[in-house]
C-alpha cells in the first residue's frame, strides 16, 4: 500500500543510494502509482544534477592547475627541509609489506577457485587413504627414573599430665571450716624433713556428700 | 604493490618528487572541496596546500590499511574543520557570487567560447543560485553536503568522519538540500518546478 508521507521521507535516501536494492525496487514501483511522488522525486533528482553541474562550473578553468601545482610544488619543496617525515627502518619496512601480503586478496573466477578447492580436496582424501592402515600404537617414550626421597616421620611423644584431685568437705559452715582449718594446720604441722606434704586424716569427718575437684596443671611444688 | 603505493613508499623515505605525484593525482579534488567549502579562491588554496603539508608530515603515519585518498580525506576533513573551530576564516563576510567564485566563472565562460551568451548568462545564475544556498547553510552542513555530493561518501561513512550520527548527516543534507530548492526556486509544491524548469534554469 503506497504511503505518500512515507515514501517522501525516503526519497533522499532513495536518491542518494542510500536504501538497499529491495526498498528501492519498492519505492520505484510506488512513484510508478503516484504522481505526487514521482514529480517529487523528479524535482530532488533534478536539484542534485543542478548543485553538481553549478559546483563544477564554478571550479577554475583548465589554465589555473598548472599553477597551483606549481604552488603547491614550490611550498612542499620548501617545507621538505623543514618538515622530516619519519624513515622507517628495514625491519619496518619488512614488517609492512609482511602484513600488506598478508592482508592482500586476489580476485579468483569462482568456477576457478571451485576447481582448486575440488582438487585440494581429492588430494588430501587420497593422500589418507593410500597411507599406512594399520599403524601399531606408539610406544611412550617415558623414562622411569628411581628417587629415594626423605620423608619426615611423626613421632609419637608421650605426654603425662599430673592431676591433683582436692577433696573438701562440704558440712556446715562452723564446723566444716574450723575441721578444714585444724586439718590445715595439722598438715602444716605434718611436714617431714623431705620437705613433702604427710597427708593425716585426724579431725576429718566424713560427710554425706563429697565433691571432687579436678585440677589440671603442674605440680605447684 | 601499484605504483601509488610504490610512489607512497617512496614519499615515506622522504622522496618529495614522487609525494609531488601523489599531490599531482589529487590536488584537483581537494582543491574543490576546500574551494566549495570556503567558498574563497585564495582560502581554498591556503586550506589545500596545509592539507598537504599535513599530509606530508604525517605520511609515517599511513600504514595501507586504507587507500591513499581515504587517508588523505581524513586529514582533509580534519583541517576544515579545525580551519572552522579556529575562526581563521571570516565565514559570515563570504557572500555568494563573491569575487572569486565570479572569477573562476569568467574564467570558464571565456573558454567556452562556443557557448552563447543566453546559456552563459543562464549558468552563471544557477551558479549564484547554488552557491548563495550553500553560503547559507554552517559550516559542517556544507561541509557535510559536500561529502555526500562530491565525495559520494554513504551517511555511515560522513558520521564516523563527522563523530555524529547518521541521522545527523541525513538531516543535514536534507536541510541543505531544502535550501537549495527555495534558492532555485523550487517550493515543495511540484507545480512551481514545471514554472521553473520553463525559465531554463533545469537545462
Known sequence: ?221 | MSSEDELVGRAQTGDTDAFCLLAEAYERRIYSLAFHYCRDRQDAEDLSQEVWLKAYAALATFRYESSFYTWLRKITINCFLNHYRNRSFPWSIKIAGSASIDEHAAENDAQSATAGLETTLENRMVIERVMQALSEATPQQRLIFLLKHQEGMTYEEIAKELDCSPGTVKKSVSRTIAKLRKQLGVSEEPESYVSCAATGIWK
Open chain 1, 1 to 221: 500500500m503506497h504511503n505518500c508521507r512515507l515514501t517522501k521521507n525516503r526519497l533522499l535516501d532513495l536518491l542518494l543510494d542510500e536504501v538497499s536494492p529491495t526498498e528501492a525496487k519498492q519505492l520505484l514501483e510506488g512513484l510508478d502509482d503516484c504522481p505526487a511522488c514521482r514529480e517529487e522525486y523528479e524535482t530532488l533528482k533534478n536539484t542534485w544534477r543542478v548543485s553538481a553541474h553549478a559546483l563544477q562550473s564554478a571550479l577554475p578553468a583548465e589554465d589555473f592547475w598548472p599553477g597551483h601545482h606549481a604552488r603547491l610544488r614550490a611550498r612542499l619543496m620548501n617545507a621538505s627541509s623543514l618538515i622530516q617525515p619519519v624513515h622507517y627502518s628495514l625491519s619496518s619496512r619488512l614488517w609492512i609489506g609482511l602484513r600488506k601480503l598478508a592482508t592482500t586478496s586476489v580476485r579468483v573466477p569462482v568456477p576457478a577457485a571451485l576447481a582448486m578447492l575440488l582438487l585440494i580436496g581429492f588430494s588430501l582424501f587420497a593422500l589418507r587413504s593410500s597411507g599406512p592402515r594399520n599403524i601399531p600404537p606408539s610406544i611412550p617414550l617415558v623414562a622411569v627414573e628411581t628417587r629415594t626421597v626423605p620423608v619426615p616421620v611423626i613421632q609419637e611423644r608421650v605426654v603425662t599430665r599430673v592431676v591433683h584431685v582436692k577433696q573438701r568437705g562440704r558440712g556446715k559452715r562452723g564446723a566444716a571450716g574450723q575441721s578444714d582449718l585444724s586439718t590445715s594446720n595439722v598438715a602444716r604441722a605434718s611436714l617431714d624433713a623431705s620437705g613433702k606434704t604427710a597427708m593425716s586424716l585426724v579431725g576429718f569427718k566424713p560427710t554425706d556428700q563429697v565433691k571432687l575437684t579436678i585440677i589440671k596443671g603442674n605440680d605447684p611444688k
